[in-house]
């Protein structure tokens, strides 16, 4: 398969209840300083120090976030609206849960194989 074909988007769905939606407004402000994934993996991972200041702290030093820029935009609420429109939108499609994957607006099994069949499918391979 040609490299360039589809284009990977991220939405955020943080459904489970506060400490989701702090997670995705962390996340969210850390991708403001090009560093998205490294605390979103953490996350992700389970690593419940992440959500006390001082484990949040080290971490986005450790991943070489700008600590005051990224503690004012997680202060001031800045990526919310980003984080709940992103919700509201994945609740009118209908996901339920995470990860829910999309080729062409079709839900599709969040596997590899499933998503390049229905990649192949969609440029018509």
Do not use: K
């Amino acid at each position: 398969m040609a490299t360039g074909i589809a284009r990977y988007e991220f939405r955020y769905f943080a459904h489970l209840g506060d400490p989701a939606l702090y997670a995705a407004v962390a996340v969210a402000c850390a991708a403001e300083q090009g560093a998205f994934w490294p605390l979103h993996d953490r996350f992700m991972a389970g690593d419940e120090t992440l959500f006390t200041p001082a484990g949040l702290r080290r971490q986005v030093e450790f991943e070489g976030i700008e600590y005051g820029a990224f503690n004012q935009c997680l202060t001031d609420g800045e990526t919310l609206p980003l984080v709940i429109a992103s919700r509201s939108e994945g609740q009118s499609r209908g996901v339920p849960g995470t990860p829910t994957v999309f080729v062409n607006g079709e839900r599709v099994d969040p596997t590899f194989e499933a998503i390049e069949e229905a990649v192949r499918r969609a440029i018509g391979e």
